[in-house]
């Protein structure tokens, strides 16, 4: 699994700048690299993995100041003879390369195995399908290095959730929402809207996408599988539109990362919101100035995401001092008590002792009991969004307070 060391590396001196252990010691690629040039005679090698700002890619031995290859030797996968190539600066004095790409059994090139040397050379077909099946057994292990770190990832961020049901402050949002693009996820909407407020990740085209610093975060500690963006958690849309009144756009709402135009009609004495930069229609709110801004955001927040559902997950308790058959789980919420049982494919759920209730958990992961708790929750309590009401709106404004609004002239 030496192809592991790329995830947040992009040569040796990266571990001793302070990085977090990898999966597997940069000696590994070494023995790869040595493997290729004994094949092939070649004086050097390199491993390349991924493309644009995530490659990763290391020279044997060591170029300094190289970080990618030219294009020239990018175009093919035949061994060619650069010497007349344009565009091979990047490496001063090659007169030889060859290369061969790493491909998965979908057919996707994961990377690319090469030698290079410095006097032409001329490589037999039994030498070029050995250098081939030497690229395809890394390619294997490019994808073993993947599913390693999204294993680890995912353990991560079962041991803290794990953790968060006896100490809420055990991990932010921030973080989980962090583990979750590691692990190929999606995070939920409370981890989602908390990783834009930290300009961590940004809403564009319906995608929630990582900014520059998450990346390097998650690359600088081993996490990075080259996966910058997930689907947009569903929000929920109670408002009422209204597509025929007339809005003029008066401020600009600023929620982490996310955006909103606020608009006025005359006509109908109210405001309207709308994503910045589209043409959607106006989403009537129901408070205007006269209730305020922290009003006006959490009815934003309200209509653009479940609050309810998020609001359970962060504050329901787990009682684990109940005795409970196994694979049986009691949560409270303000003296509200339920108990699940099952799995996202089938979950049930019990109230009060009661006869136990199937209901809806699809979307929900395996390794996330909080979201089907709280899935859970609503399903046995359906009138919850009455009950903890005045809570989830106070709650809102909370969250309201670190937004920005700025007027539109």
């Keep these: 699994m030496a192809v592991a060391q790329f995830y947040g590396a992009k040569a ?36 390349r993995v991924g493309e644009g700002a995530a490659v990763r890619i290391a020279f044997y031995p060591a170029r300094e100041g190289v970080t990618d290859l030219p294009a020239a030797l990018l175009r093919g996968e035949k061994a060619v003879d650069v010497a007349q190539e344009p565009g091979v ?18 057919g996707v090139v ?49 041991l803290i959730e794990d953790v968060s049901e006896v100490d809420d402050s ?36 319906g995608k929630l996408v990582l900014t520059a610093v998450a990346e390097g975060i998650l690359a600088q500690q081993g996490f990075d599988r080259g996966v910058t963006e997930a689907e947009l958690p569903e929000a929920v849309s109670a408002a009422v539109v209204r597509p025929g009144d007339d809005f003029s756009p008066m401020a600009r709402l ?59 997950r962060m504050h329901m308790i787990h009682e684990r001092d109940v005795t409970l058959p196994e694979g049986q789980y009691r949560y409270d919420l303000y003296g509200m008590s339920w108990t699940l049982r099952g799995t ?43 009950r903890i009401g005045a809570d989830v709106h106070e709650w809102c404004k909370r969250i309201a307070a670190g937004s920005e609004v700025t007027p539109i002239f």
Aim: net charge negative; charged share 20%; proline share 4%.
């Design 12 to 47: 040796e001196a990266a571990d001793a700048a302070g990085q977090g252990q990898r999966i597997v010691a940069l000696s590994d690629f070494g023995a790869v690299a040595d493997l290729a040039r004994a094949i092939s005679g070649a004086g050097g090698a390199c491993i």
């Design 344 to 386: 996202p494919d089938h979950a049930e759920v019990s109230v009060n002792g009661g006869s136990w209730l199937a209901f809806d958990a699809s979307g929900v992961s395996w390794d996330q009991p909080r979201d089907l708790s709280a899935r859970a929750a609503i399903a046995g309590y359906p009138d919850i969004g009455d």
């Design 110 to 158: 994961l990377g690319l195995l090469g030698v290079m040397d410095d006097a032409p050379l001329a490589l037999s077909q039994g030498v070029i399908g050995q250098l081939q099946g030497l690229a395809d057994v890394l390619a294997r292990q490019v994808l073993l290095a993947e599913a390693a770190v999204a294993v680890l990832a995912r353990r991560s961020l079962q």
């Design 89 to 106: 600066a990047g490496l001063p004095g090659v007169q030889f390369w060859a290369g061969f790409p790493l491909r998965a059994p979908s």
């Design 170 to 205: 055990a991990a932010s949002p921030v973080l989980r929402g962090l583990l979750r693009f590691a692990c190929g996820e999606t995070p939920n909407s409370t981890e989602a809207m908390a990783l834009r407020i930290a300009g961590l990740a940004e809403a564009k085209a």
């Design 254 to 312: 600023r929620i982490g990362e996310q955006s909103y135009d606020m608009a006025r009609s005359e006509a109908i004495e109210a405001l309207a919101f709308r994503v910045t930069g589209t043409d959607a229609a106006w989403q009537v709110l129901e408070n205007g100035l006269e209730e305020g801004w922290p009003e006006i955001i959490a009815e934003v927040l309200r209509k653009t995401r479940d609050v309810v559902m998020d609001y359970v």
